[in-house]
């Protein structure tokens, strides 16, 4: 798994990141023999969990550490080091990284704090710290982070005082940016008996951060899904490029973004030292690289014990067998919630589940009533009769505690739903508390999981059944994705309406037709040939929300009109705005009517270029409907994206008016997508608004556009 | 507690529903030897909790069992019969009941099914049941009940298998329409050693039901709140009415309805039979008057975990202490996402904490960093620095496995803990698993309950806080509410647009100013009356959609303008509905511009007149942005639906319109409401749409209504 040389690495051929989970020989720097102290505790733990590589304690103070010989520096080490942990005081590091860079080791985990996160002069420091191991070739994991481990083969780089009791083993990684919340998460996965395997806390991500520790623990044959815990992105590009590697190899991230609210991010801020970008651009970002994300811990761990059971649904059809009417009732209102289908059972199978059982309710969910304690046998008829039907993916039981209480009922139902689980190849999960009785260890051991609510277990089902069909999607898209590269586009005057939509219109949308009038003859002669009724509207550079100066003038219907118009716009704008340059007036055409739309684009500062569409009016702004994106959008993905709207079917056709020209509008959010990528040097925002979608095969045009640039002086 | 004579009951002297929790003797019919059938297990289970009344088991085929003497009848016992438990084929209830009845047993609990949850049959059997034993003053609960429990007296009058294991007893009640799930309920709370006092399935509900029982319970002293799962309401009134108590007592009634979808509506009444009112009346209902509605029983038993200890928080402002900064994003994040304050601590505490710990977080929430481990005498600082704020109502700490993991941190938090939450009286929540060592027991007997997911254990918080604020509110409004009786209205002619908006307008709504013209000339003559631009638009009781059928012409400038579309409308009818009874064309004001809304009355199968408000457009009917209530509705209730909809800034004035005439708005919905109470014999459904609301003290005028009158014969 390492390659090495004898005495010392060539950082060329070993993965730098790779030794934070698989390092053969670790020295530890600030051992201590006190157990308790961040230095004596990595020992005690590698030693608990039965490390087998070379333990070196590197201080001065010691002569051995639990049998091992102490060392004064790296430097005097005999053999290799893979990995070495830094349990000495902020001051001391830059003399520590020498050692260690001296010895050849490849990477250092900095447990110590003292560094970015306290200030100033703590981010001067730390600052230095990795401009210096950037020249030396050393990689930095931390500082101010609790460790990492690999629990499968007992490498417990950590002082992390959850390993006061072991843990169990499995294929589930955890990447952490908060170190004890990340141990917490440990702990809870624990006592569901849920083993992990590959577990990083990454600190202050002065170096390694979390997009590279992902890109890595994606790529690990033995993880089978990773969790994540977020705090904020600092490579936006490289979260972006592991999510799409963990979609390449089938490894779901399941991510839990914190700082949501503005309290939750001054306190992530406070916590970290990091800018929080914006919350709606993390969503965006997961669901259109394929992350599962999840709003709660419990969520995370539900769906993480489906995983280790390869629970990954085939397709969104449950069908449901539940000893409790009620349960029943609650498994098929949380698969209609959560996007799952309950199909319907054909009617001669129900009418002979019905002869059978006279009481049972067997359409699906099937409501197998307390009748399954008198006639257990009933039971594998209801499984097959389920099981039986193409049409039904994944299998929901509902045995509440009766399992665990009831020995006899409990060995029929698990015996024979894990046979019926085997020969149809179809997962299974039972809604149930077993207890740690003989049902557990049988249910375990046939591979059915169990998690004991059934809104939570169904939550976590159409989770997996999402990731499949995403993924599916996400890996197709891709591979049809056109890998050319569009050239950039130079900076260009936009700086009223008609730049910007002269700009857009160059670039493929379609704007109102318009013409510039210096005199209210003019406008009248411009007006006289785009035909009646015209809008008129200052063009300014200076005149950013044209309606607050009441500088637009709609549906004028004559030239006397337009000439009045044109009077009482300079009027105004002299009076509200004396500094304004005015650059003329606009005269406009008035687009017909139809549905009003908003698009824009955003430059995200981890992110990048996100591309927002939504509902005019108060959809977007007030009701916050509207979906995103980062750039570069194709028209699958934009269909998509007017398709999550919750005001979609407005656009369809809603309420006896007509359907609007999605296809226009998918093609209009494409473009905007190929502007934003060719203009990502200098636009800074984009907004068109409205959009005015028209009636099918009408198109759409773009009624009002403000483009902002990044100033010259800031390139 | 139960007042009887000596050897028979006169019924109006005992509480037929007080049996079911307080019976000092029972009566098993059915009753058997074999310990695990239905008449086996009530007699094993009332022994083993220790039931220190009569037990009379009632069966010709033993002498006795364990140790009591059998009978062959009611009718034989010796002494006083409280409650009958009848585990005995459907065939043979009725005559068990006359038996019962002769001895004088006030309530019979039946066990059986066979009754209405297998079709028609048994329907009409329950009916017959029903109605004899109102003849012969016995009270049933059942059939098809899984029975009732008191825990704290042992008296357990169920064959439940969930007794098969022993539960704790404690002050929390629970109310299930699902005997299964209600026994999985207590299977949980055992777990989370949280325990239940009174507890009653409700089966059938063939005579007692759900509100009657828990309008019991809420009265009950030894209970603290009442957790109640439901599938279907069968007595709206009487739900309200329990629910008053409810709030009255203090005693909160925590509530899952299942059912919601529309595949869970379907399982849950081929599963009980009962007809399921709308889910949005039920959310409707809940809010109104003060139930804590929750989706997952996850949340009833985490919140009812918080009341077990006595958590009902004075206010919505958290304090929060954390070992981990990302704990403490989450439980920001969780407390913004739940309607939760985080206030700010003042900047001199601040700077005093950040002197005592340079690195910790001290705005609130206070991070208090791993620091803690080894200063874990800077704790009662921090703890006094919040709980002196005068504006922090709860403290929320956060300590995860760690008071369970390391002895010494844990003692010092949690002995520290209790007394800050002493010397305070504030309540305090730890967020942690302490395991079942010192740490759960210190903090057990200090009285401070711990859960373990930061956002479940905020979303308790809120909820509690929630209620505690509701039902201040909702006293207050009762209180304060006119008890008088509006008289019904008599049937009125509103089978048109015109005679809906008389009858609107003669009940105190402003309608738009129109008159019917059975002519052009006279629909001038109106139009010169009224003022240009007018609205015509077809008057007719059989065409319901105007739109349809091209019927109505707006903003008509002039006479010719009218002439015209009273032709074209008149054609239009005549082609597309040449049977409609057409009685005029209705010549209309045009309203000026305002904001559209809808208001409607919907008479609701459970629970009456529900009252609806919404925005117009796409709002109400495709973004389901609307609120509900039960008539009567007060101003303050009115104005409280129109500030629960999501587009209420758009009322507001948002995007530099003009704010709406809320006054207006309220007072229309309170008329509405009014109406809805007086016309409750005959009005059906009535909606209005559009309502246009002017600018504030412009009001708001009814543009269009409709009334749909329940059927004269169906009365």
Redesign the interface.
């Known amino acids: 798994m390492v390659q090495r040389s004898e005495n010392t690495h060539s950082t060329d051929r070993v993965d730098p990141l790779a030794m934070l989970f698989h390092a053969r020989s670790i020295a530890v720097v600030g051992a201590s023999q006190a157990e308790e102290s961040v230095g004596g505790r990595p020992i005690k733990y590698l030693l608990q969990y039965g490390f087998e590589g070379q333990i070196y304690p590197v201080t001065p103070k010691y002569d051995s550490i639990s049998g091992f010989q102490c060392y004064a520096s790296d430097r005097d080490i005999p053999g290799p080091v893979d990995l070495a942990l830094l349990a000495v005081s902020a001051a001391r590091i830059p003399d520590v990284l020498e050692d260690c860079a001296a010895k050849g080791v490849p990477t250092v985990l900095i447990f110590s704090?003292g560094f970015a996160?306290?200030g100033e002069e703590g981010r001067k420091a730390q600052a230095q710290l990795v401009q210096r191991a950037e020249q030396l070739g050393v990689r930095i994991c931390g500082p101010n982070s609790m460790g990492t481990m690999n629990l499968r083969s007992g490498l417990t780089a950590t002082f992390s005082?959850?390993l006061?009791?072991t843990h169990p083993a499995g294929p589930i990684a955890l990447v952490?940016?908060?170190?004890?919340?990340?141990?917490?998460i440990l702990?809870?996965a624990t006592?569901l008996d849920l083993g992990l395997g590959l577990f990083a806390t990454t600190g202050n991500e002065a170096d390694i951060e979390l997009s590279e520790v992902l890109d890595h623990v994606v790529r690990d044959s033995e993880t089978r899904a990773v969790l994540a815990?977020v705090?904020q992105v600092r490579n936006g590009d490289g979260f972006v490029r592991a999510a799409e590697t963990a979609l390449e190899h089938d490894r779901p991230i399941v991510v839990i973004k914190?700082?949501?609210?503005?309290?939750?991010a001054?306190?992530?801020q406070?916590?970290?030292g990091a800018i929080v970008g914006s919350h709606e651009s993390y969503e965006a970002i997961f669901r259109q690289y394929g992350l599962i994300s999840v709003?709660?811990?419990?969520e995370m761990l539900d769906i993480a014990q489906l995983i280790d059971y390869g629970i990954f649904p085939a397709g969104k059809r449950v069908g449901i067998i539940s000893?409790?009417?009620?349960?029943?009732?609650?498994l098929?209102?949380a698969?209609?919630?959560s996007g799952l289908e309950?199909p319907t059972l054909p009617d001669e199978i129900q009418a002979r589940l019905k002869q059978r059982v006279?009481?049972a309710?067997v359409?699906n969910?099937i409501?197998a009533t307390?009748q399954l304690?008198n006639e257990p046998d009933i039971y594998p008829e209801f499984l097959q009769a389920l099981v039986n039907q193409e049409d039904i993916d994944t299998l929901v039981l509902f045995f509440?505690?009766?399992i665990g209480?009831?020995e006899e009922l409990g060995s029929t139902v698990v015996s024979e739903s894990v046979k019926a689980a085997r020969d149809s190849g179809k997962p299974f999960i039972m809604v149930a508390?077993p207890g740690d009785g003989r049902a557990a260890q049988m249910l375990k051991e046939g591979g059915i999981p169990h998690l004991?609510?059934?809104?939570?277990a169904i939550r976590a089902v159409a989770a997996l059944a999402n990731y499949v069909e995403r993924r599916e999607i996400l890996l197709r898209r891709k591979k049809v994705a056109q890998k050319i590269e569009l050239p950039l586009i130079p900076r260009a005057d936009i700086d009223t309406e008609l730049g910007a939509k002269r700009f857009l219109a160059e670039h493929g949308l379609r704007v109102t037709r318009e013409h510039l009038a210096q005199s209210p003859e003019e406008a009248v002669r411009h007006a006289d040939s785009i035909g009646y009724p015209v809008a008129l509207k200052v063009n300014s550079p200076d005149i950013l929300h044209k309606?607050?100066v009441d500088a637009i003038r709609l549906g004028l219907e004559n030239a006397a009109a337009v000439e009045g118009a044109f009077e009482e716009i300079m009027c105004s704008v002299e009076v509200r705005c004396p500094d304004a340059e005015v650059r003329g007036i606009l005269v406009q055409e008035m687009v017909p009517p139809g549905i009003e739309l908003i698009l824009g684009l955003k430059r995200d500062p981890v992110f990048g270029s996100m591309i927002l569409c939504g509902l005019g009016?108060?959809h977007t702004?007030?009701?916050r409907?509207f979906a995103m994106r980062r750039a570069p959008v194709d028209r699958e993905t934009a269909a998509e994206m007017l398709g999550e709207l919750?005001?979609y079917?407005?656009l369809e056709g809603?309420?006896?008016s007509d359907a609007a020209d999605i296809d226009a509008l998918t093609d209009t959010i494409v473009s905007l997508s190929n502007i934003a990528v060719r203009t990502r040097e200098w636009i800074e925002e984009l907004d068109i608004n409205p959009l005015i979608a028209l009636p099918q095969g009408k198109g759409c045009v773009v009624a009002d556009a403000l483009i902002q640039s990044i100033p010259q002086d800031e390139k």
């Not at 952490?176 to 919340?181: E, L």
């Not at 004991?452 to 939570?456: A, G, K, V, Y």
């Open positions: 704090s996160e306290t005082a959850v006061e009791r952490s940016q908060s170190g004890m919340y990340g141990a917490y702990a809870q006592a815990y705090e914190v700082g949501r609210s503005d309290v939750g001054r306190t992530a406070s916590h970290t709003d709660t811990v419990d000893l409790s009417g009620g349960a029943a009732v609650m098929a209102d698969c209609s919630e309950v006279p009481f309710g359409a969910p409501d307390g304690f509440g505690q009766m209480y009831v508390t004991s609510d059934p809104d939570r309606t607050d009016g108060i702004e007030i009701l409907d919750r005001g079917k407005l809603a309420r006896g």
